[in-house]
Structures are given as structure tokens and as C-alpha cells.
């Protein structure tokens, strides 16, 4: 009988992992905020209010009182994020201030041409005439910020279904939105000119930095808010998760990964946590045979921000370490993105080796990829397997050895997918764009592959598979018409996932890429792709996620498609910890003896 714990606890990838390899455990705690959040501030890109934050931030922190060495060491950690916020903000406001005297007629004419067309939807409408009025707003800097904003919002509109290159020309222009491009044409390439020369997607960048450098300032003083009152508490551990539970009262809907966890596995809802860094490991020392998480991987990715260790987020792993401390566990599994090994020249992976060994474990690290464990995901990761120092191991703990792929994407899929996710007509067109496939922006391929993801409404971007037409029968999808490609689509629809993207008509459902979750309106980093058997196109469904990701049909959808795409993306590949516990336990086959 293992004695399981798990911190970002998911959808219970190693419970399941356990589950299928049916080996009996009993699982002590679990714990996943379900990125509910009640410790930060929102703050506006908005250069005026980020710097009244930041002086209202300076003057809480400067009266908080420190008690002891730890709190000294937070105080030190608060000073030095506030200097580096307040010296951001002093060099992105010496560059607005370098700017040219705010001149806005030229997006105020775009805006109202584009508001008095017909025909534009009518979301569009409204949002064009709240940038307008926004546009003069505030102090000078702001409205030099504001209107770069706002040309950056419109390009970005534009570039929805054209081509910057095309910017300028009087040619026929494409519109999700109905917007007559054609004749602001001129008007929208001048105004990127503008927003290239002054370096205007640099600044708002920076901004937008800010603005979350004030928010995780929010974060950690609320933080240690709570943790005084806590520690007020003493060793009552009832009345400390108690106090834990009533600040997310309210809250508990929305937190969409406890009810996948809930439903799926034997656990009491005292048992479930909602904060790592409010939870105290010491109530659970010597209950625990086996600990598993990871700090979040948003903090490392090389998509995100990388202040890796800097971040708020960043410092959660050293909430999994004092856990580690604090329960003593027998063994630990530690998983996160491969490029937290590279992050910031590799002194980040250095300190966190640094913080392992200092734990009193033997701990070996490996990158391991989905792909060569069964499931047809290009997805690396890294992964850590430490043995408490007192263990007797029966052998030396090796990670496990790649084996062939034998299951093909294909095999993943579902016979009969619901109606609800074949793509209209609209979607088919955006999709298959001409423009999009060259530049790699929606691609549509058999050997890569991805699920669908949060937002996936917001946008025709995402996952997509061919349904055969024989499948498609009018009788599963009466709500939607039949739309196929033509042979023109086809030569790029059935080419292979390759840098030589045109390649030949082949169908390969092979490998598929990790099933990213981070993306906003029409936009994500990374590219799209799409997917081939061979007729119509269709978003893949949760449940195909969440065999990607190596979890049975008996896994219990209880969220909606768009939790369940997020769900399944965030996840640890089951079939990964399947082969990683098989060579633990023969490391360590104590571990499963019945007593």
C-alpha cells in the first residue's frame, strides 16, 4: 500500500498512473489552487496606475514590522523587488517621455472610419469606441502609451486574416470582423510605422511587466499576511486549514481541477488543500511513502517571462523542497519543463540541485520525452526521483529505457465524434488560409499534434483532426454541413510536419506536440497544427486529450470542454510515471509489500 501525497495535484496524474498499474494506495493529502487566486491585485497596463501602485507599495512596505531571521529574509526579498520594479518604471518612463509630443489624429481617424462602417460586428464596434475614448486619457505618458496600445490592438485585428506585407496596397483585404481594410489601408500602415519606429511593442511589453512585478508585490505582502496568522495558530491543524478554506470561501466553483479530482478519486475534502504555501508538511511527517509534483511550469517556460526563481510562481518550488523537508517522505518524483535546466545560463537548475541535495536525498534527474514511452507526444520533460537517505534499495535507481512507439496518433481518436466539434465554414477557411499554412501559423499535419486549449473560443487556432467522410454521417451531425478540402488544401493539409513543410501528400499520425494551455484571443507562442486522417475537419475532443495524455476512458469528464482542454494540458503524461514507478519499485520493492 502506497502512501501517496501530491502537490499541484492536477487531475492526479500519478493516481492514475497507480490505478492502471493497479497498485493499491491510499492518498494522504492532495493539493491545487486551480489557478484561483486571492492574493494578487489586477492592475491595468496603464502607466498612471502602476505608478500610484508602486507608491502605495512603497509605503505598506516600508511600515510592515519583521520579527525574526525568516521575515528579515522577506523583507529583503520585498525590498529588492520593489527597487527593480521602481527602476523599470523610472527607464520605461524616460523612453515614453523620449517620444514625440501625443499626437493621436491618426488612430482617431481609423477608429471612427472602422465605427462607421456597415456591417462590422458589433463586439468590434464597441470596443473601437471605447479606444476611442480612451485616446488623450490621463497623463501624457499614458496617452503616448494609450495609442500605441490602441494601433497595436487594430494591427493585431488586421493581422487576423492578412499580411503585413500587404499593408498600404490597394488590393481586397479579408475580415472575421467585416471590416473594409481596403480603405483605411494607408491610414493602418502609417500607424504601424509608427508603433516600429518608436519601438512601441518593446515598451508595452515592458509595461506589461510592470504591471504583474506590482501585482506579485500584492501577492507577497498578502502572503505574509495570512502566513502570521497561521503561525499564530501553532500546531492546530484543523483550525489552520480551516482559516485556508474560509479566505477562498465563495471561491469553490471555480476551482475546476478540485472537481476533476474530486470526482475521480478517494479522497475527504479535509484531505484537499487549496494553498502549497499554506500548507505545513509537519502534520504529515512519516505518513507520506511517495511525493509528487512540480512547481508550476509557467514560471520556467521559455514561452513565459523566465524570472524563473524571481517569479511569485518561481518561488513555489521552494514550497515543494520545504515540504519535502517537513513531511520526510520516502521517495519523491519532481516534474517540470525541460527548459528550467537552461534557465538563466543554468544558475536557476543549479540552485534548485543545490536545494535537492541539501534535503537529505540521493536524487538522479533525467529529461525524458512522451514520445518514447508509448504515447505518440513529442513532449519532454524533466523529471526527478529522489530516495530518502535512510532507504536500503535492492538496486540503484536508472530512469527507464526509451521503447518503440507502436500506437500512432490515430489510434488515440474516437470513431464517432460528437457533432458540436466539426468546424464550420468559416472556421474550415481560416484554417486552411493559404497565408496561414506558408507561414507556419496554422498548420495542418499528420505528424504533430496538439490539443485543443483554453480560450479555444475566442479563435479558429488549435487542434484539429480529419473525420472520413464515410464517418461524417448527416444522422451524427445534422446541426452542420459537410465542408471538405479541395485538392488545392490538400497538398498542404496531407504534408508531413517537417522545416520542409510542403513536402508530399502523406498521411502520418505519429507524434503528437505537448498540448499547450497559455493563449489569448488570436494568439499564442508557438504554432498551431492541425491534423489528418483523411476528410473533415474537427476539433480533437477532451476525451482524445486525455487519452494523449494517457488517462482511460474511466477518467470522469465533470468540467466543461474548455477546463478539460486546460486540464489535460497541464497534466503529467500518466504512461511517463507508469515506466518511472516500474524502475522505482524495483529500486525500492518495499514500497509496494503488504505490511
Request: proline letters at 2%; glycine letters at 6%.
Amino acid at each position: 500500500m502506497i502512501r501517496l501525497a501530491t502537490v499541484f495535484s492536477g487531475i492526479g496524474a500519478i493516481e492514475h498512473a497507480l490505478q492502471r498499474m493497479q497498485i493499491k494506495n491510499e492518498i494522504i493529502f492532495a493539493c491545487d489552487n486551480g489557478d484561483v487566486s486571492i492574493l494578487t491585485k489586477k492592475i491595468d497596463m496603464n502607466i498612471d496606475e502602476i505608478g500610484n501602485e508602486l507608491k502605495a507599495l512603497s509605503k505598506i512596505i516600508k511600515k510592515i514590522q519583521f520579527n525574526d531571521e525568516v521575515e528579515d529574509l522577506y523583507k529583503n526579498q520585498l525590498d529588492g523587488m520593489l527597487a527593480e520594479a521602481l527602476n523599470e518604471y523610472e527607464i520605461v518612463l524616460s523612453k515614453i517621455d523620449s517620444f514625440p509630443k501625443q499626437d493621436s489624429k491618426l488612430i482617431e481617424k481609423i477608429l471612427k472610419n472602422v465605427i462607421s462602417m456597415k456591417g462590422v460586428k458589433a463586439s468590434r464596434v464597441k470596443e473601437y469606441k471605447k479606444f476611442l475614448a480612451e485616446l488623450g486619457q490621463g497623463s501624457e505618458q499614458q496617452a503616448k502609451l494609450r495609442e500605441l496600445q490602441v494601433i497595436l490592438e487594430v494591427s493585431n485585428d488586421y493581422k487576423k486574416d492578412n499580411s503585413l506585407e500587404d499593408l498600404g496596397k490597394d488590393i481586397e483585404f479579408e475580415s472575421g470582423d467585416d471590416i473594409d481594410w481596403r480603405s483605411i489601408s494607408e491610414l493602418v500602415y502609417s500607424a504601424y510605422e509608427k508603433l516600429e519606429a518608436l519601438d512601441g511593442k518593446k515598451i508595452i511589453r515592458k509595461v506589461q511587466d510592470l504591471s504583474q512585478r506590482a501585482s506579485q508585490l500584492h501577492e507577497k505582502i498578502n502572503y505574509m499576511d495570512v502566513q502570521k496568522k497561521l503561525v499564530a495558530m501553532g500546531d492546530d491543524w484543523t483550525a489552520r486549514k480551516k482559516y485556508v478554506d474560509s479566505l477562498y470561501e465563495g471561491m469553490e466553483k471555480r476551482n475546476k481541477v478540485k472537481a476533476s479530482y474530486m470526482a475521480n478519486y478517494n479522497i475527504k475534502d479535509e484531505q484537499f488543500h487549496w494553498n502549497v504555501a499554506f500548507l505545513n508538511g509537519k502534520q504529515y511527517a512519516g505518513q507520506v511513502d511517495l511525493f509528487v509534483g512540480g512547481s508550476p511550469c509557467q514560471s520556467f517556460s521559455l514561452v513565459g517571462k523566465q524570472r524563473g526563481l524571481d517569479d511569485t510562481r518561481g518561488t513555489l518550488f521552494y514550497e515543494y523542497a520545504r515540504l519535502i523537508d517537513e513531511i520526510k517522505p520516502k521517495i519523491f518524483i519532481y516534474e517540470n519543463v525541460k527548459a528550467v535546466t537552461t534557465h538563466d545560463g543554468g544558475k536557476t537548475w543549479e540552485k534548485m540541485q543545490q536545494v535537492f541535495s541539501e534535503l537529505g536525498y540521493k536524487f538522479t534527474w533525467s529529461i525524458l520525452n512522451s514520445k518514447n514511452y508509448g504515447i505518440p507526444q513529442n513532449r519532454e520533460r524533466l523529471f526527478v526521483v529522489g530516495f530518502r537517505e535512510d532507504l536500503e534499495l535492492a538496486k540503484k535507481f536508472s530512469f527507464p529505457n526509451p521503447i518503440p512507439l507502436r500506437k500512432k496518433m490515430k489510434d488515440f481518436l474516437m470513431d464517432n465524434a460528437p457533432g458540436g466539434y466539426f468546424l464550420p465554414k468559416k472556421g474550415v477557411e481560416f484554417v486552411t488560409k493559404e497565408k496561414n499554412l506558408s507561414k507556419r501559423f496554422t498548420q495542418i499535419d499528420g505528424e504533430v499534434q496538439l490539443c485543443q486549449k483554453k480560450n479555444q473560443q475566442f479563435n479558429w487556432h488549435g487542434d484539429f483532426v480529419f473525420q472520413s467522410e464515410e464517418d461524417a454521417k448527416e444522422k451524427e451531425i445534422p446541426e452542420l454541413e459537410k465542408y471538405f478540402l479541395s485538392e488545392k488544401v490538400v497538398k498542404y493539409v496531407m504534408a508531413t510536419g517537417t522545416k520542409n513543410f510542403y513536402s508530399k501528400p502523406k498521411t502520418d499520425l505519429d507524434i503528437a506536440r505537448p498540448l499547450l494551455t497559455t493563449m489569448h484571443k488570436m494568439h499564442r507562442a508557438g504554432v498551431d497544427n492541425y491534423v489528418t486522417t483523411d476528410g473533415r475537419l474537427r476539433k480533437l475532443t477532451p476525451r482524445e486529450c486525455l487519452r494523449l495524455m494517457g488517462f482511460s476512458d474511466n477518467f470522469k469528464i465533470v468540467v466543461s470542454d474548455t477546463s478539460m482542454y486546460q486540464q489535460a494540458g497541464n497534466s503529467i503524461v500518466v504512461d511517463v510515471l507508469i515506466h518511472i514507478m516500474n524502475k522505482v519499485i524495483e529500486s525500492c520493492p518495499s514500497l509496494v509489500e503488504e505490511e
